[in-house]
């Protein structure tokens, strides 16, 4: 009996064509130039106004100011026990300026660590104000009294911050409200007694509290700008007073940072392989792309020109209850005149959407450049990716003004450089080596200054995390 499998049923028919495989072989393929995942959207270096520093350096002059120790404090954590750093102690008011290395050991020597916990109250309104207190870690809310009796929060202040500071020097201080802990923390308490101690064995310290007495009695406006005599609202021929505008000594002045590589391309690759793409054109545009990626991450965070690590300590402000919410935003605005831009990193601004939506809020939104995006108050919310997030999930939101007329917050360049590519960024040629590769110097320089220090605010400690209520 013969079966029949059906072999020749399932064979596959023989080809008639070219296949695509092998026609590819003799095709030119439609590519694309290089991709690159590393780009940004770089707001920052779009919306700066650009200021030419010839000579390399920017110096901003500003008026005279008795503005003194408005710094942030440092400890060292040793354990569970926490100390001031001697010197960090110039960061007050009365000790800017204080450099006898004894003195100020005897003073941190005579901080007392305090452990609180959260909702306890660290001291009352209307109580005796005997000492200063210096947060090493944790939230503090100050509240006060309004006038109709109802609760008004004050400030919250974070590490590195104190409260009491004037308590050192007036034996009839009372606290004016009320310091409750938000959060688990610890903070050093420098009372009024110990100082005096270490005051009346130290001779250099009574008469550089002397002369601090001195500076704050010297007339000035609330900036701690020397006042400018005035008189307004008299009649008749009075005496009208005379004055002068004095000027700071010493002007801070910023010297152009440098970003620079070395490309190297091989001649061979150069000469041979340039259809449809320039190789040696799209080599030059990714590291120039990786260059001004670089240039405005060092414009936010380098520790000398760096926009968070520039802003004025007073124009920092902690979020209330640490979520981005409208209330924060408000406070961060109404710090400055004429704020042009908030800068966060995307998942900050995500956080923000998030609290508009839980109160029920919908977002301006403003035609910028073409682009709708984002706005708060009308003042355009800007990502940038270079604003760090730390470990815990917690990030900063900028707020600033810009430009020279106004004031603000400026970039720093200079163009005209030999064999300019861009603006302010040079490709020079370095020459080919012994193993046939072309060395081409790419080189950008920036910096960034600003003008007076409520040109640039900072909202601090930003939880970015979501809801879990």
């Known amino acids: 009996m013969t079966v029949d499998t059906g072999t020749e049923a399932q064979e596959a028919p023989q080809q008639s064509s070219l296949a695509t495989a092998a026609a ?3 095709a030119s393929t439609t590519k694309s130039a290089p991709q690159m995942q590393g780009i940004t959207s770089r707001w920052l270096l779009r919306v700066l106004p650009w200021v030419e520093a010839k000579g390399g350096t920017y110096r901003v002059n500003r008026r005279l100011t008795y503005t003194v120790g ?3 404090i440092e400890f060292v954590q040793d354990g569970a026990r926490v100390r001031v750093i001697p010197r960090e102690l110039g960061e007050l008011a009365l000790l800017r300026g204080f450099e006898d290395p004894p003195v100020l050991d005897a003073i941190a020597a005579r901080c007392v660590q305090r452990d609180f916990r959260a909702g306890e109250v660290l001291v009352g309104h209307g109580d005796a104000a005997e000492a200063i207190h210096l947060i090493a870690h944790g939230r503090v809310r100050k509240t006060s009294v309004g006038k109709y009796g109802d609760e008004a929060v004050v400030a919250v202040l974070a590490d590195g911050d104190r409260f009491g500071e004037n ?5 009839e201080a009372r606290w004016d409200y009320t310091a409750t802990a938000e959060t688990a923390g610890s903070l050093l308490t420098l009372s009024r007694a110990d100082f005096d101690a270490v005051t009346a064995t130290a001779p250099h310290l009574r008469e ?3 002369q601090f007495a001195s500076l704050s ?6 900036h701690g700008e020397a006042e400018i005599a005035l008189s307004a609202g008299h009649t008749g021929e009075p005496a009208l007073p005379g004055t002068f505008v004095d000027y700071e000594l010493n002007p801070r002045e910023y010297e152009l940072s440098v970003a620079q590589t070395v490309l190297r391309i091989h001649t061979r690759v150069a000469d041979l392989y340039n259809g449809p793409h320039d190789q040696t054109e799209e080599q030059l545009r990714l590291t120039i792309e990786a260059l001004r990626e670089r240039q405005e991450y060092e414009l936010v965070n380098n520790r000398e020109f760096g926009l968070l690590h520039n802003a004025a300590f007073k ?3 902690q979020s209330h209850d640490g979520r981005p919410t409208p209330d924060d935003m408000d406070d961060l605005l109404c710090r400055r005149r004429g704020t042009r831009f908030f800068f966060a990193h995307p998942r900050a601004i995500a956080a923000f959407g998030r609290e508009l939506n839980a109160r029920g809020l919908y977002p301006d939104h403003v035609d910028f450049g073409g682009q709708s995006v984002p706005a708060w108050r009308g003042v355009p919310v800007l990502p940038c990716s270079k604003i760090p997030i730390t470990e815990d999930n917690t990030t900063s939101i900028l707020a600033m003004r810009t430009g020279e007329d106004k004031q603000g917050v400026i970039g720093l360049h200079q163009t005209g450089l030999p064999e300019e590519h861009e603006p302010g960024l040079s490709v020079r040629f370095m020459g080919i080596n012994a193993q046939a590769i072309m060395s081409y110097l790419v080189t950008t320089y920036y910096s960034a200054a600003i003008l007076v220090p409520d040109a640039l605010g900072v909202l601090e400690n930003v939880q970015i995390g979501r809801r879990t209520d």
């Open 24 to 26: 590819r072989n003799l």
């Open 70 to 72: 408005d710094g942030k």
């Open 167 to 171: 308590t050192l020097l007036d034996a």
């Open 208 to 210: 550089h509290l002397r």
């Open 217 to 222: 009695r010297q007339s000035q406006n609330k």
């Open 315 to 317: 124009q920092r402000i």
